[in-house]
């Protein structure tokens, strides 16, 4: 319970950093919303599912190229969400930073998150700084992964 308890906390207090719309922007503490200029090529690296409830999720070969990474609950519509995402990662940092955002529902909040034991399944949007590509994501466990969206910046 305790450790559920701190996760709840630290997911509360990371839903109150999470903007929820490019006006909250500001006073928010999460990466800002940038939209991305038509002059970058924004290209799908997510794989092609061989059945319609399989999904995939970056594999090992991408762990050492993530950045940034917040898991919250949902707050707002998938679409809005994955834009967000997108636009955060175009936002993060100095250029080439991230280059590549991975967007999912039912993400296994990872071990140490804001402290917490992991497990929890959340949606979840992790930067990459270098282009994915399709051999770097892997099926994810079923059930996991869900409504993924995934994107290269490259401008
Ligand atoms: C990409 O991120 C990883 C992990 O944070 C870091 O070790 C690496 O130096 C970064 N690479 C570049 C090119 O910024």
């Known amino acids: 319970m305790i450790a559920a308890t701190l996760l709840f906390t630290a997911l509360a207090s990371l839903s109150t950093a999470l903007p929820t719309s490019s006006k909250l922007d500001a006073r928010a503490g999460g990466p800002a919303i940038v939209p991305i200029p038509s002059s970058c090529a924004v290209t799908n690296p997510y ?3 061989s059945s319609s409830s399989q999904t995939y999720t970056p594999g090992p070969s991408a762990d050492n190229a993530r950045g940034y ?8 519509d998938i679409d809005s969400m994955q834009l967000q995402c997108l636009e955060q990662c175009y936002g993060y940092g100095n250029k080439g930073d991230c280059v590549s955002a991975f967007w999912a529902q039912n993400l296994p909040v990872p071990d140490g998150y804001y402290g917490s034991t992991g497990g929890p399944l959340m ?3 992790l930067f990459f700084n270098r282009t994915l590509t399709p051999e770097d994501f892997v099926v994810a466990p079923e059930g996991q992964a869900t409504t993924p969206y995934a994107r290269n910046i490259q401008c």
Request: proline share 14%; net charge neutral; charged share 0%.
């Open 47 to 49: 794989p092609t599912a």
């Open 69 to 76: 990474y917040a898991y919250y609950p949902a707050f707002s």
């Open 123 to 125: 949606t979840g949007c």
